[in-house]
């Protein structure tokens, strides 16, 4: 039987994917400085490998035969996200492939060396390549997609964006934050004069603090058996749903940023590790988009974790983990003072989740402008500065370590990923909104340190679903309606504004 055929082809890739995955999360967190070009070309042969069995010729005609095989419904579903793949798949050389895994590659390896120093200038040219690569690339997947060139890269990401779709969506935003920054800002500064912000009293050793975060981690369901803690330039979640390779990061004046930074790759791992393991070879297995997997990481990070019931339940734990000396005498509302803190800043992953759809928005239209060839590589800086002073009203001309070189996605050639962050957002408030429809106790549970019931939620509603649905359709299963941008405004509004 083709369908048969197309299992065995499955588990083979799936062997490649596991080792790319597992290379690449190494190469991020324990791969000495010395390993870079023999990794990036052991990763730019497997990588090459994948694609040609991803790609072969004799693939369509399997695809077709299994269509009218005698299959059953989940099967049907398969084939067909099989189809889907294959055709993105098939869009790209196998030798574009090799060549673009090495110089992303490469890309990000001097990305790693030359932030911390803010060094543009060297780090320019290798980025005037990437941008060149993914222009190429937009353009191939377009023509056989039929698609323009950006939406052609968004499909990557979350199969089913589209510029039209996105720009009112964001544009609404935009014109809301414009208005409830100010607001937030303000009532934020009412509330400090009451209850001023207290002094985080570190330092916090690394060591007390990986513990505490793998006691969040823990708590909010992450199985260990299956998934990993370590250190990382940019945080990240990758690896695979049986070896999941969570990173974060630190600083040892405060513990907060890498908390909540362990708590928003918890929840992608989450999703990983809740997938459906007898799928797992099939592209049916795999999480729907990126859309999807940032309100799964947003829903654990904004949703849960930046609540006061979350909190009542955890502010015990960082006594017992850091110290009792580490926040003497706060309560909860001081940690909330901290978590919920709204400020205009620079660094997009650590910015509050009022603000931060701006830097998400910003970085949507600069990469369009670039892949459209409207804006070079070498113009990033300037235009950048731009929308960042009129979103914010900050400046980073002279800052590009905390400007355009903080994000590890350009280096590596991931275009059209950014607008899945604030989508998940918006998806992840209209997640909570239905699941607390569902378990109209879920906040008494959370103060418990109980999250079955909202994990359950999570697991019968997105994780064990799959790629059964489009985004669009398993929003709509999931919550009930399609995306609606008013759950995460009304979001906002209740934890930030004048209520």
């Given at each position: 039987?083709?369908?048969q ?53 004799e693939?369509?005609?399997w ?8 299959l ?51 780090f ?46 964001f ?17 934020q ?31 909010v ?14 945080p ?44 797992s ?15 799964q ?51 997009r ?34 235009a ?8 914010l ?28 962050y ?25 103060r ?52």
């Amino acid at each position: 039987m083709s369908f048969q055929k197309l299992d065995s082809l499955g588990r083979k890739l799936e062997a490649l994917e596991h080792a790319l995955s597992i290379l690449g999360a190494d190469e991020a967190t324990h791969m000495a400085v010395g390993g870079g070009d023999k990794r990036a070309e052991a990763m730019a042969n497997l990588a090459g490998m994948y694609h040609a069995q991803a790609t072969a010729p004799e693939i369509g005609d399997w695809i077709a035969k299994a269509k009218s095989e005698d299959l059953d419904t989940d099967q049907k579903l398969a084939v067909g996200e099989f189809e889907r793949s294959y055709i993105n798949a098939t869009c790209l050389p196998t030798e574009f492939v090799e060549r673009r895994t090495a110089a992303t590659m490469r890309s990000e390896q001097l990305w790693r060396d030359l932030r911390a120093k803010g060094d543009w200038d060297t780090f320019l040219p290798a980025l005037e390549g990437v941008v060149a690569l993914v222009r190429e690339e937009a353009q191939l997947r377009a023509d056989v997609l039929k698609l323009e060139p950006y939406d052609a890269l968004m499909d990557q990401y979350d199969p089913g964006n589209r510029v039209t779709g996105i720009d009112p969506i964001f544009a609404d935003l935009k014109s809301f934050l414009r208005d409830f920054v100010p607001e937030a800002l303000a009532v934020q500064e009412e509330r400090l004069a009451k209850r001023p912000r207290k002094a985080l009293n570190g330092p916090y050793p690394i060591e007390k603090q990986r513990e505490l975060g793998l006691a969040a981690m823990r708590a909010v369901g992450f199985d260990f058996t299956h998934g990993s803690l370590a250190v990382s330039h940019h945080p990240f979640c990758g690896g695979v749903p049986t070896d999941v390779r969570m990173t974060t990061r630190y600083r040892t004046d405060e513990f907060l940023s890498s908390l909540m930074g362990v708590l928003h790759e918890t929840g992608h791992a989450l999703y990983e590790q809740g997938l459906p393991k007898n799928w797992s070879h099939w592209p049916l297995g795999k999480a729907r988009g990126m859309g999807m997997h940032e309100s799964q990481s947003l829903f654990v990070e904004m949703q849960l974790s930046r609540s006061p019931e979350f909190w009542e339940y955890l502010l015990p734990l960082v006594g017992q983990h850091l110290g009792e000396d580490a926040i003497p005498g706060w309560e909860i509302a001081d940690i909330l003072n901290e978590v919920n803190h709204v400020e205009r800043g620079y660094i997009r992953v650590d910015a509050d989740e009022v603000t931060y759809p701006l830097h998400v928005i910003l970085r949507y239209e600069l990469e369009q402008e670039l892949v459209a060839g409207k804006l070079e590589a070498s113009q990033i800086p300037e235009a950048w500065d731009a929308k960042m002073t009129e979103y914010l009203g900050i400046s980073t001309i002279n800052d590009p370590k905390d400007g355009p070189m903080q994000d590890v996605h350009w280096p590596g050639g991931a275009f059209g990923y950014f607008p899945s962050y604030t989508l998940g957002a918006m998806i992840a408030a209209q997640q909570w909104a239905a699941m607390e429809k569902a378990v109209p106790d879920a906040r008494a549970q959370m103060r418990q340190g109980e999250f079955g019931a909202i994990n359950q939620w999570r697991s019968d509603n997105i994780w064990c679903q799959a790629s059964r649905y489009s985004t669009p359709d398993l929003i709509t299963r999931a919550t009930g309606e399609p995306l609606n941008g008013e759950f995460f405004k009304a979001h906002l509004k209740r934890r930030y504004g004048r209520v």
